[in-house]
């Protein structure tokens, strides 16, 4: 089976509470296998690197894989070395900014065993979610981890974390109570890993997890300039269980 691939895909944030804001913008992300990561020409690894150090505990040695692992043992987990399918930005000219990694995590047998959402903040903190999705894709779990310093920390996610195939369809919900004041989705197309297609999204979308980061300041300035309400950072909640 044929596990690698591309997507060109489409980010949107829509914030539901006062003051309402929304943005959508063009990306692309890779959907690798962790046992058999991409092997490019020389030429494009600088536009494509998977660095140990970008997931979960940056100062841990081991690789993306026995990391996780170990994250999983730590709750009970053992994969027994089934696959692990990431979906990530690769590092660009040597850096990434990842707001969500999500791992689908297999048993031998090839059954879905749990998922992983690893989150990032700009603040330099990571934060992982074990769920157990239903059939349809579908979890919950309460949010732990500071991201946004205009969304209080109480709540709970709920997402849609289908493995993306053909289509990448992905959301994730901040639920408050009855209201829902954030959600996010993560649509593509699957687009084959070649030099030809990575180069053409390279230069269509050139420096992206540089421009990430930028959009996401750029946006919060502008809640900051419409007042937005702001909830206090501490180092437990903006830092993560990952931090490191």
Not at 133 to 144: C, I, M, N, Q, S
Not at 175 to 203: D, E
Request: proline residues 8%.
């Amino acid at each position: 089976m044929v596990t690698n691939a591309l997507y060109d895909a489409t980010v949107a944030h829509v914030r539901r509470i006062d003051p309402p804001h929304a943005f959508a913008h063009r990306v692309y992300l890779w959907r690798v296998d962790l046992a058999d990561l991409p092997r490019l020409p020389w030429w494009l690894r600088p536009f494509a690197r998977f660095d140990r150090r970008d997931h979960f505990a940056a100062a841990d040695p081991r690789g993306i894989r026995e990391k996780l692992d170990a994250w999983l043992a730590e709750r009970g987990v053992d994969l027994r070395g089934g696959q692990v399918v990431m979906l990530a930005a690769a590092r660009v000219l040597g850096y990434v900014f990842n707001p969500i990694s999500v791992y689908w995590c297999h048993g031998p047998d090839g059954r879905l065993a749990c998922v992983v959402a690893e989150v990032h903040n700009t603040y330099g903190g990571r934060h992982a979610y074990l769920l157990h999705p239903d059939e349809a894709g579908l979890a919950r779990v309460a949010k732990e981890f500071y991201v946004s310093p205009f969304q209080e920390m109480d709540g709970e996610y709920r997402m849609r974390l289908p493995r993306p195939e053909a289509l990448l369809d992905l959301t994730v919900a901040l639920r408050r109570g009855t209201a829902t004041p954030l959600v996010a989705t993560l649509r593509g197309v699957r687009r084959p890993v070649n030099p030809r297609w990575l180069a053409r999204l390279v230069l269509a979308r050139p420096l992206l997890p540089q421009r990430v980061a930028a959009l996401i300041r750029r946006h919060g300035v502008a809640l900051w300039l419409r007042k937005a309400a702001v909830a206090p950072r501490t180092p437990q909640t903006a830092g993560g269980q990952l931090h490191g």
